[in-house]
């Protein structure tokens, strides 16, 4: 089992930044694909981005140049960096993770991911 906290959430305006943190528990793998996710209201979750245990990452086109994903395996720390953000990245953004695979396998599909966190919400105004 895997566990997943996030924090960072919060209520910013638009052009502002944010990071969101997700602290990771439970069993370890040397090898993982982590995730962020983020579901708006009445909107199906999406991929955001994500970034392997080898440190490649994946992100969607909506957050290219503006979203960074990071991990600190240390700490077993995700992090997503979110600059120049604007009202439609307004969601609850979760961190999802999978053991054993790769970026290159599983992306930002969220069907592929085993274990989730319980989210975080952030909300942009214009």
């Known amino acids: 089992q895997v566990q997943l906290v996030e924090s960072g959430g919060g209520s910013v305006q638009s052009g502002g930044s944010l990071k969101l943190s997700c602290a990771v528990s439970?069993?370890?793998?040397?090898?993982?694909?982590m995730a962020w996710f983020r579901q708006a209201p009445g909107k199906e979750r999406e991929g955001v981005a994500a970034i392997d245990s080898d440190g490649s990452t994946s992100y969607a086109d909506s957050v290219k140049g503006r979203f960074t994903i990071s991990q600190d395996k240390g700490n077993n720390m995700l992090f997503l960096q979110m600059n120049s953000l604007k009202p439609e990245d307004t969601a609850m953004y979760y961190c999802a993770h999978r053991p054993w695979s790769t970026v290159q396998y599983i992306g930002i599909s969220p069907q592929r991911y085993n274990y989730w966190g319980q989210g975080t919400q952030v909300t942009v105004s214009s």
């Open positions: 439970g069993n370890t793998y040397s090898e993982y694909c």
